[in-house]
Nanobody
Framework: QLVESGGGLVEAGGSLRLSCAAS????????VAWFRRPPGKEREYVGA????????YLSDSVKGRFDISRDKAGNTVSLEMNNLKPEDTAVYSC???????????????WGQGTQVTVSS
């Protein structure tokens, strides 16, 4: 089970930190990704992190503003979001897979999502 937290309302230019807590064990073969679904739009890939070595992958739309990290002891993955823009407004979900694919079909475990709203 994956549980996201940390969403909320923030002004443009502000920051938020989302967390994804995994109740089951994560293995070195796992990748944890973040996706988001803006209102009225398709789900889109934000980025991912390899559980084994913390290598991160970020989409061009968030590169330089967002970062992903993992805490092995706490079994959590965080999404640090800076310089937020209104177009970052979305429901953010974390997911577990075995490759840092941008395709949601490659992930087999999902959280319920947390709402992030950025006001202009």
């Amino acid at each position: 089970q994956l549980v996201e937290s940390g969403g909320g309302l923030v002004e443009a230019g502000g920051s938020l930190r989302l967390s994804c807590a995994a109740s089951g064990r994560l293995f070195s073969s796992h990748v944890v990704a973040w996706f988001r679904r803006p209102p009225g739009k398709e789900r889109e890939y934000v980025g991912a992190i390899r559980w084994s070595n913390s290598r991160t992958y970020l989409s061009d739309s968030v590169k330089g503003r967002f970062d992903i990290s993992r805490d092995k002891a706490g079994n959590t993955v965080s999404l640090e979001m800076n310089n937020l823009k209104p177009e970052d407004t979305a429901v953010y979900s974390c997911a577990v897979g075995t490759s840092p694919s941008a395709s949601s079909a490659e992930y087999f475990r999902w959280g319920q999502g947390t709402q992030v709203t950025v006001s202009s």
